[in-house]
């Protein structure tokens, strides 16, 4: 198998959003055969407490996505990780912009920001279809 490329997918614990997106992400591209892998990485993981998201552990066995799509726990964003990424996505403009721009200036204009807040502001209920949804349109596109 060649080479993929890489997505990554930016939230602020590296919990909920960003971890659910990389595991449907990878689970529909390994699916269809599509050379791209996902990854996940937060921009403040020091916020949250533990591996996972219950809300996202739940959602994820709803759509009977395996946990071997998602990392093995949370991660905090480097430069090196936006380096050797081919697209980079932060899961809430509100909420991402300016924490990326504190942390890694010259990378604001190169990341493209969806707009799904955080479970404190938008229920998952909403929140993670939207996810999916995002996520499967986002493979159509590197699909082609």
């Known amino acids: 198998m060649g080479v993929h490329s890489r997505i990554l997918f930016i939230c602020t614990g590296n919990y909920y959003r960003s971890r659910f997106a990389e595991a449907v992400f990878n689970h529909h591209a390994e699916l269809r055969?599509?050379?791209?892998?996902?990854?996940?990485?937060?921009?403040?993981v020091h916020l949250a407490v533990g591996y996972l998201s219950p809300l996202t552990l739940q959602a994820l066995g709803e759509r009977k996505i395996e946990l071997r799509h998602t990392?093995?726990?949370?991660?905090q964003l480097s430069e090196a990780d936006l380096l050797h990424s081919d697209r980079r996505i932060a899961l809430d403009r509100s909420e991402h912009f300016a924490?990326?721009?504190?942390?890694?200036?010259?990378w604001v204009h190169k990341i493209e920001y969806w707009?799904?807040?955080?479970v404190l502001f938008e229920s998952h209920l909403r929140a993670l279809p939207e996810i999916e949804r995002r996520t499967l349109?986002?493979?159509k596109e590197v699909s082609k």
């Open 33 to 44: 055969h599509i050379p791209w892998t996902a990854f996940s990485r937060g921009l403040a």
């Open 71 to 75: 990392g093995s726990d949370r991660r």
């Open 99 to 106: 924490m990326i721009l504190g942390q890694f200036p010259h």
């Open 115 to 118: 707009d799904v807040p955080d």
């Open 137 to 139: 349109q986002l493979l």
